[in-house]
């Protein structure tokens, strides 16, 4: 059960890359798409930090929890939904995840709370490598991937940097979820009042978008892979993590028709072995 788990967290995150793309190229924005995500998720997981104690938010604190907000919740979202609205969904999917051991690697060892361990140097030095063989060609088809591109980037250091706060602040995965969820839904009246603009996707496309990103993504994948830790531990279930990426860019071919260069193949492949290898590292 605990592999079926992170079977479905893997079909979630890897289907969300090509659900953001589908969507930003047809109607809407990264900001309608931060809305749709944290007014579908706040509202849902609002009881729960209530019940966990909305005045010090489970104990963590709002100094913390703001920082987590920022991190990985609202801002966060519209960075990633605007880099994908100009880059390929198999950039984001390898670009975000496969920065995140490397910056998370590297603070840690700079906190000294993890030693320095040349399998992992040299892992990460791979997943740098593919990342350079990923993004090599936006910087010769125009300026929108390369900005694209760049923005990914800075979301796999603001999700490598929370996933470092998690740990030091020892924040439960509900806890943290909820934090994020409902802190974010001060971004709404924002949107409401900046942003908002006649959408031209179908209610039944935003709705399954509020679906995708409030409610699988923001709650069940976490459900899920709360569990699957428990019944594997966090080293196997680090395991699965490369497979994002290389599934992600296969799905993209068929649904999306956004098939990589060689170069982007073997940057894919080179990513893939150096997060495996950075995850079996941990075992």
Request: hydrophobic share 60%; aromatic share 10%.
């Amino acid at each position: 059960m605990g592999v079926v788990a992170m079977v479905l967290v893997v079909l979630v995150y890897a289907g969300n890359f090509v659900a953001v793309r589908y969507s930003v190229q047809h109607g809407l924005t990264s900001f309608d798409l931060a809305a749709l995500r944290f007014g579908a998720a706040g509202t849902l997981l609002l009881p729960y930090l209530f019940a966990a104690g909305i005045r010090d938010l489970g104990g963590l604190g709002w100094r913390r929890g703001i920082a987590l907000a920022c991190l990985a919740g609202a801002p966060y979202s519209v960075v990633f939904f605007l880099g994908l609205s100009r880059a390929p969904a198999a950039h984001g999917a390898v670009l975000n995840p496969g920065l995140v051991p490397s910056v998370v690697f590297l603070v840690l060892v700079a906190l000294g709370r993890e030693r320095f361990s040349a399998r992992r140097a040299v892992s990460l030095a791979c997943i740098v490598a593919g990342l350079v063989l990923v993004t090599q060609t936006a910087f010769t088809t125009g300026r929108t991937m390369l900005v694209g591109d760049a923005l990914l980037l800075l979301t796999g250091v603001s999700w490598g940097l929370f996933t470092v706060l998690l740990r030091v602040w020892e924040v439960r995965p509900m806890q943290s979820a909820a934090i994020v969820s409902v802190i974010s839904m001060a971004y709404l009246p924002v949107y409401f009042v900046a942003w908002h603009h006649a959408i031209a996707a179908s209610f039944a496309h935003m709705a399954l978008q509020a679906l995708l990103q409030g409610v699988f993504n923001s709650v069940i994948a976490i459900v899920l892979l709360t569990f699957a830790v428990r019944r594997l531990g966090a080293q196997l279930t680090a395991l699965f993590s490369p497979a994002i990426p290389v599934l992600t860019t296969l799905l993209a071919i068929p649904l999306l028709g956004e098939v990589p260069t060689l170069g982007q193949w073997f940057g894919v492949a080179i990513v893939f072995l150096g997060m495996t290898s950075a995850a079996a590292g941990r075992a």
